[in-house]
Nanobody, 125 residues
Framework: QLQLVESGGGLVRPGASLRLSCVVSGLSSDYLAFGWFRQAPGKEREWLGC????????YRANSVKTRVTISRDNADNTLFLRMDNLKPEDTGVYFCAAGRPESMWEYVESEYDSWGQGTQVTVSS
């Protein structure tokens, strides 16, 4: 059974960087991608990017492409999201998930069927 656990969130000042982790266990061979998402207070869930499991290729949303890096450490079964130059509007709960998207470039929520609990990121001075 696939499980994902996020960590690394907290309070950060504007302009700083933060790296979030997602520890993965029980991954089966039929999953195609890991994704990173966030949900700000009072807003809908937003797709930040994803990684193809087979070769590690990454795909990022245009809105955050210049500030976001997605990577992984296969030895530790961990997925990472690094975000630079954080702004107050980046505040929200950040999630990782695994799924089987038909297209890596298109976010369809139903295609991600295994989610972590999320980690809170607060950007404030």
């Amino acid at each position: 059974q696939l499980q994902l656990v996020e960590s690394g969130g907290g309070l950060v000042r504007p302009g700083a960087s933060l790296r979030l982790s997602c520890v993965v266990s029980g991954l089966s061979s039929d999953y195609l991608a890991f994704g990173w998402f966030r949900q700000a207070p009072g807003k809908e869930r937003e797709w930040l990017g994803c990684m193809a499991i087979a070769d590690g290729s990454t795909y990022r949303a245009n809105s955050v492409k210049t500030r976001v890096t997605i990577s992984r450490d296969n030895a530790d079964n961990t997925l990472f999201l690094r975000m630079d130059n954080l702004k107050p509007e980046d505040t929200g709960v950040y999630f990782c998930a695994a799924g089987r998207p038909e297209s890596m470039w298109e976010y369809v929520e139903s295609e991600y069927d295994s989610w972590g609990q999320g980690t809170q990121v607060t950007v404030s001075s």
